[in-house]
């Protein structure tokens, strides 16, 4: 099984930024685009941010424009989440995620095929 680590997570004050990161465990796979998720509690998963390997475009909810950036590096299907700027409400269990193939969207869950088991983010005012 293909498997995702996070890793990065912690708590920070408002303010503060923290630097997530996504490296895969297990067998080798390739991905047309990884992205990353989260859930706060009480709440449904939220797209976070996204980016296509093939040209690099990024893909970002409005809420984190300006303040969160994604990268990665296709050769070892890893992927970044800089997050500057932290608010409380960023504070979630965040996911990052990869799709194996285009599935018509970057921005819902059901695009991707495989998860990481997440990395708690606590932001405090």
């Known amino acids: 099984q293909v498997q995702l680590v996070e890793s990065g997570g912690g708590s920070v004050q408002a303010g503060g930024s923290l630097r997530l990161s996504c490296a895969p465990s297990g067998r080798t796979f390739s991905s047309y685009a990884m992205g990353w998720f989260r859930r706060a509690p009480g709440k449904e998963s939220e797209f976070v941010a996204a980016?296509?390997?093939?040209?690099?475009?990024?893909y970002y909810t409005e809420s984190v424009k300006g303040r969160f950036t994604i990268s990665g590096d296709n050769t070892k299907n890893t992927v970044y989440l800089q997050m500057n700027s932290l608010k409380p409400e960023d504070t979630a269990v965040y996911h990052c995620?990869?799709?194996?193939?285009?599935?018509?969207?970057?921005?819902?869950?059901?695009?991707?095929?495989?998860w990481g088991q997440g990395t708690q983010v606590t932001v405090s005012s």
């Open positions: 980016i296509r390997w093939n040209g690099g475009a990024t």
């Open positions: 995620a990869a799709q194996s193939e285009y599935s018509g969207s970057y921005h819902y869950s059901f695009g991707y095929d495989y």
